[in-house]
């Protein structure tokens, strides 16, 4: 039994250019990733803000790693009130998960207006925030915003 089989060896060698170019693009993208800056200061999963004079643990992975001190007590602030309303919507919402396909569905989410110095909730419907906390209920966002009130 003979194949015969009709190749172009233009096309395999255009066919082995287009691949190499594809890794090398993809090797580009790899390449060009952000990453945070690193530093000796981490803050420990306390809330403690630490020294460490080396570059191997796994606090640079995470982008837990500072070049200050005083850069890494701002960010464990801001780290641990993030913390306390992701779990606060957590515990609130029981279980509830917003559905951001469902356009009828709303979404209650806090906002803090630094000149009046309070909370108040936008409502949405899409249009997913960045830090991707809701609420599912308008009560929920209320007492979270009691809860948080207490806390200042």
């Given at each position: 039994m003979n194949i015969n089989i009709d190749v172009d060896l233009d096309d395999i060698e255009h066919a082995i250019q287009t691949l190499n170019r594809l890794k090398e693009i993809a090797q580009t993208k790899?390449?060009?990733k952000w990453k945070p800056k690193s530093g000796n200061f981490y803050i420990s999963s306390t809330g403690g803000v630490y020294f460490r004079n080396d570059s191997s643990s796994l606090e640079t992975g995470f982008g837990n790693r500072f070049e200050t001190e005083a850069e890494a007590k701002k960010a464990s602030k801001?780290?641990?009130?993030f913390h306390r309303l992701y779990k606060l919507a957590e515990e609130l919402n029981e279980g509830w998960e917003p559905n951001w396909n469902d356009l009828s569905q709303p979404k209650y989410r806090l906002v803090y207006d630094c000149r009046g110095e309070n909370f108040f909730i936008s409502v949405a419907h899409t249009g997913?925030?960045?830090?991707?906390?809701?609420?599912?209920s308008e009560e929920a966002a209320e007492k979270a915003i009691k809860i948080l009130e207490q806390e200042e």
């Open positions: 790899n390449d060009e801001v780290y641990r009130k997913r925030q960045v830090c991707g906390i809701v609420f599912k």
